[in-house]
């Protein structure tokens, strides 16, 4: 063979071999994710790279859409029948992916299941407000509640539905290594610390995922990550910053997807100890964050101002309410004629899961305002410990963190951060407390808004708790994917579809 | 030899003891793994709750008492955050971390000894203080960044091998060289070092005045009486690399026990963590153990019952 029939040989195999990868890409997507899912039995973690996969192999009881809205899925309709009693009617016409049907003792068993406190559920403080569950008939099944709970719907809408005749017979530990669900995606394997796959439901009842299968990697590096996805040999990868967004540009085949999140950033005060307990000097510390900077200067990723301690993602945001204006010479003014009761020596407790680009940018600006800020950095364990001392004074000074209730309810964050009774909680104020209380125990939804909008105003006034911007998720894509991240941080992989 | 392998055994319960005792000491001194358990609503009694479920409300002793009695009967616990036993997951990560110390291992071998060896051999010669640059510059690159860089030039720009991942041999290259380079440079320092030693003794300058031919000379002296720090060197490393290689596995996202050990320590997850340290702790007090007795059949001098030399 003379070398020019040899290189057009090796241009027509390597062409066949492009088409047949190029093939081979339309049948299967594969994301990298962070870490490989903790677990795929849905009543037991609840961390991102465990939810993104397992919620393509179960269905829940409800889901919202694209826009946010709670929309029906196991449940086709529900009512509320009393204060403390929600109706349920059961789909019909579910199989699970052994071919057995989904049913109304389906939707009791797991709700009992995750709600037992034996089975020490992770997720248990989010449905631990059910009591009961109880079938009526072959359609319907009615959830009574210790109270009357609002929040009650937005919760189920992470409440997966498991069989009662696979979970239950093969337990906690084989149901994690072998999970039937009913979702639009089947588990097909998981090769431990490096990828789960999942294959293609082809009998869901509802809208169909476009990919015969689907590969989860576990990229614990954000940089490989991006260079595999730039490679070809992934086509989502997510948990992108800003920076690494930017290598993007100009890059062919590739593209950033963002999505405003539920996440609020926050800077949190413990407002019952000095120097912070001061309600003037709390003002002067919100005045002297730049807000703005922090979002256009470091994160730069679509994330926006936040006014409050919610998103409009949040049933119970407040329209119209003004973030704090960023006011460096009025910040410093307060913080000389307060003299030495604002310049006490204040610890910034956070963790290196923290952007820590954020944290430090605070303390600067507190720092340049007059104040007297020391960082002080642990791990998340000690932290987290910290910050959830049972004596609420013994809280941190200062934190920075991003939180989400995964909820999309107003309850479900400032509850936790503002009630005295709560872990997290460094304000006691009993008047915000009975609004709170409001807010989470009626359920009409006039009295929830108009509890709400008052609780915004009194941590407005008191500066109670600084909000810092809404944040945003990146994530990378192949050009040829169609996806729309919402703000619930899912992967719903019968939401993608290749372009044509 | 008798008494010398009993001492050793003794000597080794003995460290396996002071490892377990450490492990699980410090890890609890470090702080509480419920609070990373448990979503950021969970009220005071959930926390609590889990904490019984985990079995870390008991005293302290009595933890340490169970563990120990665990262990003995080769149970090693389940993992608090993927709640499958320790063993399943260090055994689904072994295969993967053997796979790459064996890869890193041949490039450090294949290419650190004969480097060594030339620079030794060809040391006046103005172009090894080049190589030698070469060498050092190779051990002092940090490897994420270097290994970040050939993803880029080999797996996205050139398209020759895939970026990231396992599963096949093309997986394996870029990280056993990333990895094999740092102990290329050990093995070719030391070779050199050794070589040089060997060379200023007599034997060598007898040699070569009866006339021996280098290449005979390198065969069948050189190489063989420059091996005993190899060997040494090769012990340490073979630890050190089945001990998890947690940079490397972490950019090439290679899934083995380094990593695992990382993400374990980060979620607390003691369970895991005890089990890779003390397989860790074998695999050194194994590999040691080994050098010693390969030390005796290379050099004859050394005696195992302590008593030659």
């Not at chain 1, 940089?223 to 086509?235: F, K, P, W, Y």
């Not at chain 2, 262990?71 to 295969?95: E, M």
């Not at chain 2, 021996?212 to 073979?238: D, F, G, M, W, Y």
């Amino acid at each position: 063979m003379s070398f020019l029939k040899f290189l057009k040989a090796a241009a027509v195999v390597s062409a066949m071999l492009a088409t047949a990868s190029a093939a081979l890409a339309k049948d299967e997507l594969v994301v990298d994710l962070v870490n490989e899912p903790a677990t795929l039995d849905p009543h037991m973690q609840w961390n991102p790279d465990s939810y993104y996969v397992y919620r393509n192999i179960f269905d829940n009881l409800v889901t919202r859409d694209n826009d946010g809205e709670i929309v029906p899925q196991v449940a086709e309709s529900w009512k509320q029948i009393s204060d403390t009693e929600l109706q349920l009617d059961i789909r019909g016409g579910i199989t699970f992916h052994d071919g057995e049907p989904l049913t109304a003792d389906d939707v009791v068993y797991s709700v009992k299941r995750i709600t037992d406190p034996d089975f020490s559920s992770p997720q248990l403080g989010q449905f631990n407000s059910i009591a009961d569950a109880k079938k009526i008939d072959d359609n319907t099944v009615v959830l009574t509640t210790k109270e009357p709970y609002p929040a009650l719907l937005a919760q189920l809408v992470k409440l997966s539905i498991v069989p009662e005749h696979v979970a239950g017979k093969l337990g906690k530990e084989g149901f994690n290594e072998a999970p039937v669900g009913s979702g639009p995606y089947k588990f097909d394997g998981w090769d431990r610390g490096v990828q789960v796959t999942l294959s293609k439901n082809d009998a869901y009842w509802g809208d169909k995922g476009p990919f015969e299968t689907v590969v989860f990697k576990a990229v614990p590096d954000a940089s490989t990550r991006v260079a595999n996805l730039r490679a070809g040999t992934a086509d989502l990868v997510v948990s992108l910053n800003s920076d690494l967004a930017m290598q993007f540009e100009g890059a062919s085949g590739v593209k950033v997807l963002s999505a405003p999140t539920e996440r609020v950033g926050f800077m949190g005060m413990n407002t019952l100890v000095p120097p912070l307990n001061d309600p003037e000097i709390r003002r002067a510390a919100a005045m002297a964050i730049d807000r703005e900077g922090i979002v256009e200067g470091i994160l730069q990723g679509g994330e926006s101002v936040a006014s409050q301690m919610a998103t409009s993602a949040h049933f119970g945001f407040v329209d119209g309410a003004e973030p704090i204006p960023f006011d460096l010479e009025k910040a410093r003014a307060i913080v000389e004629e307060k003299g030495d009761a604002a310049k006490v020596p204040m610890k910034f407790a956070t963790s290196p899961v923290y952007d820590q680009r954020i944290v430090q940018a605070i303390q600067q600006m507190l720092n340049e305002a007059g104040f007297d800020v020391e960082i002080s950095m642990t791990d998340m364990a000690t932290f987290l410990k910290a910050a959830q001392n049972p004596d609420q004074t013994g809280r941190p000074q200062l934190s920075f963190g991003r939180w989400s209730c995964a909820c999309q309810d107003v309850d479900g964050v400032q509850y936790p951060l503002l009630h005295s009774s709560s872990n997290w909680s460094r304000v006691n104020d009993p008047e915000l407390d009975t609004l709170l209380e409001t807010g989470r125990a009626t359920l009409d939804e006039e009295a929830r808004l108009e509890a709400y909008s008052k609780v915004q105003k009194i941590v407005a006034d008191n500066t109670y708790i600084l909000p810092l911007y809404q944040a945003a998720a990146l994530y990378g894509a192949n050009d040829a994917l169609v996806w729309q991240p919402t703000a619930n941080e899912s992967l719903f992989l019968n939401r993608m579809s290749w372009q044509n | 030899m008798t008494s010398f392998l009993l001492r050793r055994l003794g000597q080794s319960l003995v460290a396996l003891f002071g490892v377990m005792t450490l492990v699980f000491f410090i890890q609890r001194l470090t702080g509480d793994p419920t609070y990373l358990l448990v979503p950021e609503t969970a009220t005071q009694e959930d926390i609590e709750a889990m904490r019984h479920a985990l079995g870390l409300d008991r005293p302290l002793f009595v933890q340490y008492v169970d563990f120990f009695r665990d262990t003995l009967s080769l149970d090693f616990g389940k993992s608090f955050i993927q709640n499958v036993p320790v063993t399943t997951i260090i055994a689904s990560r072994l295969p993967y971390t053997l796979e790459l110390a064996a890869g890193a291992l041949l490039v450090a071998v294949v290419i650190g000894v004969p480097l060594g060896l030339l620079l030794a051999l060809a040391q006046k010669k103005f172009w090894t203080n080049g190589l030698m640059g070469i060498v050092l510059a190779a051990q002092s690159m940090p490897t994420f960044w270097s290994g970040i860089l050939m993803i880029l030039l080999f797996g996205v720009s050139l398209g020759w091998l895939p970026p990231s991942g396992s599963g096949s041999f093309a997986h394996l290259i870029m990280p056993s060289i990333a990895l094999g380079l740092l102990s290329m440079a050990t093995y070719a320092r030391i070779m050199r070092s050794s070589v040089l030693d060997e060379l200023s003794k007599d034997y060598i300058r007898s040699a070569r005045a009866r006339g021996v031919k280098t290449r005979r000379l390198v065969i069948r002296h050189l190489l063989r009486n420059s091996a005993i720090p190899v060997i040494s060197i090769t012990a340490l490393e073979i630890s050190q690399l089945l001990a998890g290689a947690v940079i490397v596995e972490t950019v090439f996202a290679w899934p083995g026990l380094g990593l695992l050990t990382v993400q374990s320590v980060v979620s607390r997850d003691f369970v895991v963590v005890q089990g890779v340290v003390l397989l860790g702790a074998l695999v050194t007090i194994l590999m040691n153990f080994l050098a010693d007795i390969l030390y005796s059949f290379v050099d004859p001098r050394i005696r195992l019952d302590g008593t030659g030399g």
